[in-house]
């Protein structure tokens, strides 16, 4: 048996949309796959949760999600060309309120419980490393990169390298590989 699902499993799996030459391991858990849409030239690995929900889950083009991670697109969740999620990363689009005013968890009522939701958006070329955790309505600018262990709960700007709890930006990050994309997209469109 091999460890990825075919594409005629992919398309009876029945997400909103699904591309071509993607990569998803039998040993990840799809919940709600018709709120879900994938692009092309995707791999999620081993043990992922990918949790579409009310308002479902976008992932673009030429991305991995690595071993491990998780996410809850509930109150949406986008995730553009190139973005890259290191193993055990999470993203919240959905939250409890855990300020002690109401209960917490999914076998609550609702009218007992305070449930927030958000979009959160990781724009081009995004890498968010190990053991992170994004939380709701956060968009995570182009070609921002995220340390391991660290944690997002408000916007961060287009190309700084960010690390921390909360994070903070380090430094800039590099643009050159947007001239390594263009010779991708060169390459493609020559065959």
Not at 74 to 89: A, E, H, P, Q, Y
Not at 119 to 144: A, C, D, R
Request: one cysteine or more; aromatic letters at 8%.
């Amino acid at each position: 048996m091999l460890s990825f699902y075919s594409t005629e499993e992919l398309l009876n799996i029945g997400f909103k949309a699904i591309g071509e030459n993607v990569n998803i391991s039998r040993k990840s858990s799809i919940y709600n796959p018709s709120t879900i849409s994938i692009g092309d030239h995707v791999r999620i690995d081993d043990f992922c949760i990918l949790s579409g929900g009310e308002k479902g889950i976008e992932i673009g083009s030429y991305i991995h999600i690595a071993a491990y991670s998780a996410i809850y697109g509930s109150g949406g969740v986008v995730l553009k060309d190139f973005t890259n999620l290191s193993s055990r990363v999470v993203i919240y689009s959905v939250t409890d309120d855990f300020s002690g005013l109401s209960l917490t968890n999914p076998t609550v009522p609702a009218e007992f419980s305070n449930v927030q939701k958000g979009e959160v958006i990781l724009n081009k070329h995004v890498v968010v490393g190990t053991n992170s955790t994004i939380l709701p309505n956060v968009v995570v600018g182009e070609g921002v990169a995220i340390g391991a262990h660290s944690l997002v709960k408000q916007d961060v700007q287009p190309w700084g390298i960010y690390a921390g709890i909360p994070v903070k930006k380090i430094k800039n990050r590099k643009k050159d590989l947007l001239v390594k994309e263009e010779k991708l997209f060169k390459l493609n469109n020559s065959k």
